[in-house]
């Protein structure tokens, strides 16, 4: 999948911001389809074919909280969350639901634009990574790349968002190295990341504890530990295929 074809949903109850987002994306190649609640955004959605959504927090009916973790629990497209207030609350709640950005209302065009290409990349690297070689394994963890899948130590399936698959690729591809927030924002997103973009926090936040929820009960080293002041560092060996 490259840019120009990939099919976007905006889903906003002010039709006439979707309408300026909808055309501003469609001229830069974008194909975009519309909806005004949740509802439409279902009817769209079944009809597949979708690599994102630009969600709206606000919206009569069911919210787009509600909708964004229906997607995210049925392994749908990737979501970006729009919110009017800004709120930090619902960036955070947003992203911990599995959102893959977040923005506040109003938004550049050019940046939603720019936050949209970043996530079809993201995404499209993850679906890349498997010719490389296959299945990773790291302190009795398998991810399967295709499916931004982990299988745990325990047995259990592990579910991984995009910006967390960027995120642990990142830890994979340096392990047992100290990465600076600033460092991991480049591995994962590109050097167009912005530096004060503090969603990564919260990803990191997410990603570590799926991880510590499926490691061993037997192993108690902290799968991705903190240095205060420096970074992050993943705790593990790595075996790849290839390697």
């Not at 975009?32 to 630009?54: K, P």
């Not at 790291?138 to 982990?150: E, H, K, M, Q």
């Not at 926090?201 to 490691?215: F, H, P, T």
Request: a negative charge.
């Amino acid at each position: 999948m490259s840019n120009a074809t990939a099919r976007v949903l905006i889903v906003d109850d002010d039709a006439e911001l979707r309408a300026n987002v909808a055309t501003y994306l469609q001229q830069h190649g974008l194909t975009v389809l519309q909806a005004g609640n949740a509802a439409e955004a279902d009817g769209a959605l079944s009809g597949g074919d979708i690599d994102i959504v630009v969600l709206d927090v606000m919206m009569p009916g069911e919210d787009g909280l509600s909708l964004c973790r229906r997607i995210v629990d049925a392994h749908g497209p990737a979501v970006i969350m729009l919110s009017a207030m800004g709120d930090e609350v619902d960036r955070i709640v947003g992203l911990e639901l599995g959102a893959d950005d977040y923005l506040g209302k109003p938004c550049n065009p050019r940046e939603l634009l720019a936050r949209v290409k970043a996530v079809l990349r993201r995404h499209e690297e993850g679906e890349a990574r498997p010719r490389r070689g296959g299945q990773i394994s790291f302190r009795g963890f398998t991810l399967d790349a295709v499916r931004r899948r982990l299988r745990a130590p325990n047995g259990e399936t592990i579910l991984l968002t995009a910006g967390e698959f960027s995120l642990l690729s990142a830890f994979l591809e340096h392990p047992r190295q100290i990465l600076s927030r600033e460092k991991l924002l480049t591995l994962a997103r590109g050097p167009e990341a912005e530096v004060f973009d503090r969603s990564v926090d919260v990803q990191i936040s997410r990603l570590r504890r799926k991880l510590q929820a499926g490691a061993a009960d037997s192993d108690p080293e902290e799968v991705i530990a903190t240095y205060r002041g420096a970074g992050y560092l993943l705790n593990a060996q790595v075996m790849r295929p290839w390697a």
